[in-house]
C-alpha cells in the first residue's frame, strides 16, 4: 500500500533529442564563447605589470577564467552534440502554464528605477528604505508598518556596514550631518 509518488515530469516521459543538438542550447554555448572571447581581450589589455609581492600581475585571473569559459562552450557543445541534455527541473513549485506577473514585475522595475533616481537626493538610508520597502510590497507583503522597520534596519545597517567595515561612503543625502 505504499506507493512512490512519481514527479509528473521524467526522463523517460520527455521527448527525445533532436539529431545534431538543441538550438537553444547551442546558443548558451555561444554566448559562453563570446563572453570568454571578449574577457581575453579585455584581460589582454591590461598592463603586465609585476612585483616583488604579486609575480602574476593583474592580467593572469581574466586570461585563466576568459580561457576556462572558452573551453566550458567548447566541452558543453561537444555534450549537446552527443545528445546530452539536462534533466528537467523537479523542485520547482511554478506551475508554467500561468501567465507572467507583468504588474509585480513593473512593480519592481519601478521601485529599482526610483532608488536609482532618488539616492543622490535623498540619501541611500532613505532611498534605500524605499527600494526595500517597495521590493516586499511588490512581491506582496501587505505588513506595511513591519515592512518599513525592516527595511529602514536594513538601509541603516548597509549605510554603516559600507561606511565603517569597507571604507566606502554612500550618499547621505538630506540626511548629511545627522548620520
Not at 533529442?17 to 559562453?32: I, N
Not at 593572469?60 to 541534455?85: F, Q, S
Not at 532608488?115 to 532611498?127: D, K, Q
Amino acid at each position: 500500500m505504499n506507493e512512490e509518488v512519481k514527479d509528473e515530469r521524467t526522463v523517460e516521459d520527455s521527448p527525445p533529442p533532436r539529431e545534431g543538438g538543441d538550438r537553444a542550447q547551442y546558443g548558451v554555448c555561444v554566448f559562453l564563447a563570446l563572453l570568454g572571447i571578449a574577457v581575453i581581450v579585455d584581460a589582454l589589455g591590461i598592463p603586465h605589470i609585476t612585483s616583488g609581492t604579486d609575480p602574476v600581475g593583474p592580467r593572469a585571473v581574466p586570461l585563466i577564467l576568459g580561457a576556462l569559459l572558452v573551453l566550458m562552450a567548447v566541452l558543453y557543445a561537444v555534450d549537446v552534440a552527443r545528445g546530452g541534455r539536462g534533466e528537467p527541473e523537479a523542485g520547482e513549485d511554478v506551475d508554467l502554464s500561468s501567465g507572467s506577473d507583468w504588474r509585480t514585475v513593473l512593480l519592481l522595475i519601478a521601485v529599482f528605477l526610483a532608488n536609482a533616481l532618488l539616492i543622490e537626493r535623498l540619501g541611500w538610508v532613505i532611498s534605500g528604505s524605499l527600494l526595500f520597502w517597495g521590493t516586499a510590497f511588490a512581491l506582496g507583503n501587505r505588513h506595511y508598518i513591519r515592512n518599513l522597520l525592516i527595511a529602514v534596519t536594513l538601509s541603516l545597517t548597509t549605510f554603516y556596514a559600507f561606511a565603517i567595515g569597507l571604507g566606502v561612503n554612500l550618499p547621505a543625502g538630506v540626511l548629511q550631518g545627522i548620520l
